[in-house]
């Protein structure tokens, strides 16, 4: 059996797999706000931050741990599992001092985790990516590298507030006598393998590329955003590898005190999209997930590190070898509720009947659906804007706005997805309003492509369970075809006729775009 990990911003989960049966044999969560209420954390951060600070406790990760194994000794024979990966939020990170090696080499199974290692950290929290703190460090790196294209064109994505550099480097800014005994820096997925592995093991491509400090052209540190990061840096950071890199024998604290086999393995552990990439069937170039969530997200793999030259998606390294794209769109379900709100529709009307009561009027009215500031395209909308017929502008008709607006958030899905060269053969849906059949063939029809859905629902621990198996030699392939099967009856065809509908509402929808952001 292989074991993969999630360690996610409101919980810790477990997938557990079992390839010759292909079954998932054991799924199970730790909810940091609700089994470890001691955090005062019930979203798995610690309220009320100041300046667009977001951290999180550490200690908290580490308790849980112990939590979800004690939990799936009780579900599992867990001598039976051969190795584990995992995933973690990405871009928190956790800061640790000279102690913290030798503390993992002698662990104590008669005592526990917390106890043991929070006597390490140098930071005792960790800013997670919900932080917004960093404005004026973006700035300052980007500046060092002589503008956002550089850092862009190296890194993979422009200086971001949540992103691990800018984070680095507030701390190093703001403490930096804490910064100096600072050791070892880690993400959150490398800070949990390393506790498993019972050493300090890398940050993979996935994970470090999340960080604003890896180059995707060498697949190493970048020397220049180091130094314009906090000074010795490279020195408290191992160098980045591969997620299906085996790390060895798990720690014998795990053994004596959950039952692991002694010939149980560990790998390096992903971020969670990384790893969402993998448990959704996606890792070849052609395949695209849309998450459509509070914010939406568009992932998919890429086959050479090209990156956005807007700078609005994201490069990480793809665990399957190769690169991912990442593009947030911050106007989700956000606009969508706005929009049945004002109109006072409920669900149903706003789907179903909506799309099918207006299918004539398919790309004719244009609504740039923003209903605040978004981040792909950048720019601090104030509200939808509309372009077409009057019924429509006017909002006597609420079903063209519906139409108008759902069609708006793929085309500008299609639109800044573009970049990347990779022709979409197969989109994979996920997220609330996935569900929606209406909502799943306009997705088909925008982008020209089938859409799938599936019946997975912790991507990112299947993920990284995969993960595990296939750095023990499985063909991963053949996993997926048996662990991201789509849900039977769930996939939809585009309707050819509508190609030239949509290519041709892309071109005015870019123009629109182009012309409110001036
Ligand atoms: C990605 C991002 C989030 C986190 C939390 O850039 O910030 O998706 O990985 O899950």
């Given at each position: 059996m292989f074991l993969g990990l999630d360690s996610s911003t409101q919980s810790l989960t477990a997938v557990l797999i079992d390839p010759p049966s292909g079954e998932i044999t054991c799924q199970l969560s730790v909810n940091f706000g609700t089994d470890l209420p001691h955090y005062q954390?019930?979203?798995?951060?610690?309220?009320?931050?100041?300046?667009?600070?977001?951290?999180?406790?550490?200690?908290?990760?580490?308790?849980?741990?112990?939590?979800?194994?004690?939990?799936?000794?009780?579900?599992?024979?867990?001598?039976?599992?051969?190795?584990?990966?995992?995933?973690?939020?990405?871009?928190?990170?956790?800061?640790?001092?000279?102690?913290?090696?030798?503390?993992?080499?002698?662990?104590?199974?008669?005592?526990?985790?917390?106890?043991?290692?929070?006597?390490?950290?140098?930071?005792?929290?960790?800013?997670?990516?919900?932080?917004?703190?960093?404005?004026?460090?973006?700035?300052?790196?980007?500046?060092?590298?002589?503008?956002?294209?550089?850092?862009?064109?190296?890194?993979?994505?422009?200086?971001?507030?949540?992103?691990?550099?800018?984070?680095?480097?507030?701390?190093?800014?703001?403490?930096?006598?804490?910064?100096?005994?600072?050791?070892?820096?880690?993400?959150?997925?490398?800070?949990?393998?390393?506790?498993?592995?019972?050493?300090?093991?890398?940050?993979?491509?996935?994970?470090?590329?999340g960080m604003n400090l890896l180059s995707l052209s060498k697949l190493g540190w970048d020397t220049d955003l180091l130094a314009a990061t906090a000074p010795d840096l490279g020195t408290k950071l191992l160098p980045p590898t591969a997620a299906t890199t085996i790390q060895g024998d798990i720690s014998p604290y795990f053994i004596k005190k959950f039952g692991f086999s002694e010939n149980c393995r560990t790998t390096l552990f992903t971020g969670d999209n990384?790893?969402?990439?993998?448990?959704?069937?996606?890792?070849?170039?052609?395949?695209?997930?849309?998450?459509?969530?509070?914010?939406?997200?568009?992932?998919?793999?890429?086959?050479?590190?090209?990156?956005?030259?807007?700078?609005?998606?994201?490069?990480?390294?793809?665990?399957?070898?190769?690169?991912?794209?990442?593009?947030?769109?911050?106007?989700?379900?956000?606009?969508?509720?706005?929009?049945?709100?004002?109109?006072?529709?409920?669900?149903?009307?706003?789907?179903?009947?909506?799309?099918?009561?207006?299918?004539?009027?398919?790309?004719?009215?244009?609504?740039?659906?923003?209903?605040?500031?978004?981040?792909?395209?950048?720019?601090?909308f104030t509200g939808p804007v509309l372009e077409g017929s009057p019924a429509f502008k006017s909002g006597s008709a609420p079903a063209l706005q519906v139409r108008a607006l759902l069609e708006g958030q793929f085309l500008n899905m299609r639109l800044h997805s573009q970049w990347m060269e990779v022709k979409t053969e197969r989109i994979r849906l996920t997220g609330g309003a996935s569900k929606n059949d209406g909502i799943a063939q306009l997705v088909a029809d925008v982008f020209q492509a089938p859409v799938e859905r599936l019946d997975v629902s912790n991507s990112a621990a299947l993920g990284a369970a995969l993960v595990a198996a296939a750095a023990d030699g499985q063909d991963l392939p053949a996993l997926q075809e048996i662990f991201c099967k789509a849900s039977v009856g769930s996939s939809l065809r585009p309707n050819p006729t509508l190609a030239g509908v949509y290519q041709e509402a892309l071109g005015r929808f870019k123009s629109l775009i182009d012309a409110s952001r001036r």
């Open positions: 954390s019930p979203s798995g951060f610690i309220p009320g931050g100041e300046a667009g600070e977001v951290h999180a406790d550490p200690r908290m990760w580490l308790e849980a741990l112990d939590l979800l194994f004690m939990r799936l000794t009780a579900k599992a024979d867990l001598s039976r599992v051969k190795m584990i990966s995992g995933s973690g939020q990405q871009h928190g990170s956790v800061y640790l001092d000279a102690t913290f090696d030798q503390r993992l080499a002698t662990l104590d199974s008669a005592s526990d985790l917390v106890t043991q290692l929070a006597p390490a950290l140098t930071r005792t929290t960790s800013p997670i990516w919900m932080d917004t703190s960093t404005g004026v460090e973006c700035a300052e790196i980007t500046s060092a590298l002589g503008g956002p294209a550089e850092v862009c064109g190296r890194s993979g994505s422009i200086a971001i507030e949540r992103f691990s550099g800018p984070q680095i480097r507030r701390f190093f800014k703001t403490q930096p006598m804490d910064y100096q005994r600072t050791d070892r820096i880690h993400l959150v997925s490398s800070f949990i393998a390393s506790v498993l592995a019972g050493k300090s093991v890398a940050i993979d491509f996935g994970d470090g590329a990384p790893a969402s990439l993998v448990g959704m069937g996606a890792t070849t170039p052609g395949n695209v997930v849309i998450s459509l969530g509070t914010s939406d997200t568009y992932f998919a793999a890429m086959p050479g590190p090209k990156t956005d030259p807007n700078g609005f998606g994201h490069v990480f390294g793809n665990p399957a070898g190769g690169f991912m794209s990442l593009i947030c769109f911050r106007n989700g379900s956000l606009a969508r509720e706005a929009l049945r709100d004002q109109l006072g529709l409920d669900w149903s009307a706003f789907d179903r009947d909506a799309l099918a009561s207006t299918s004539d009027a398919a790309g004719k009215n244009l609504m740039l659906p923003f209903f605040g500031p978004e981040i792909t395209p950048r720019h601090d």
